[in-house]
């Protein structure tokens, strides 16, 4: 009887990163859709106990439809940068920057992908950047 070779271990991370890496981006994730659909998913039951199934339409559905049927029809200058947004002091005293250190691929937390993964970047090459 022949004993059959070991099989080599596949790993399922790309080569160069670590299983913390990938904890890292599910905390985030999952931090993100807490804190952003809780409150939501708080609200519909609220709703939901106090006036049914209608209340439900009234209160959430129909709301959402009519915004972005608004959205939908604003006109093309709605979207043209005006002259105080173009020089950015606005959005820095509006916190931008505070806001890029948090993003995901923003700067605090490339800081710290790059603490535990030195060679860690999100544009590699022209390919790469050119997804984006």
Not at 10 to 19: E, F, I, K, R, T
């Amino acid at each position: 009887m022949q004993v059959p070779e070991p099989t080599p271990s596949v790993s399922l991370l790309p080569p160069g990163s670590s299983w913390l890496h990938y904890w890292y981006w599910a905390l985030v994730f999952c931090l993100t859709v807490t804190a952003g659909l809780g409150p939501l998913f708080v609200f519909i039951n609220k709703v939901n106990k106090s006036h049914g199934q209608i209340g439900f339409v009234a209160f959430f559905v129909l709301p959402v439809w009519l915004a972005s049927v608004v959205v939908s029809r604003l006109p093309a200058r709605y979207y043209r940068c005006y002259p105080f947004e173009r020089r950015g002091r606005l959005y820095e005293w509006l916190g931008v920057r505070s806001f890029r250190f948090i993003v995901p691929h923003g700067d605090g937390i490339n800081r710290l992908a790059r603490r535990w993964q030195p060679g860690y970047r999100v544009v590699r090459d022209r390919l790469s950047g050119a997804c984006l």
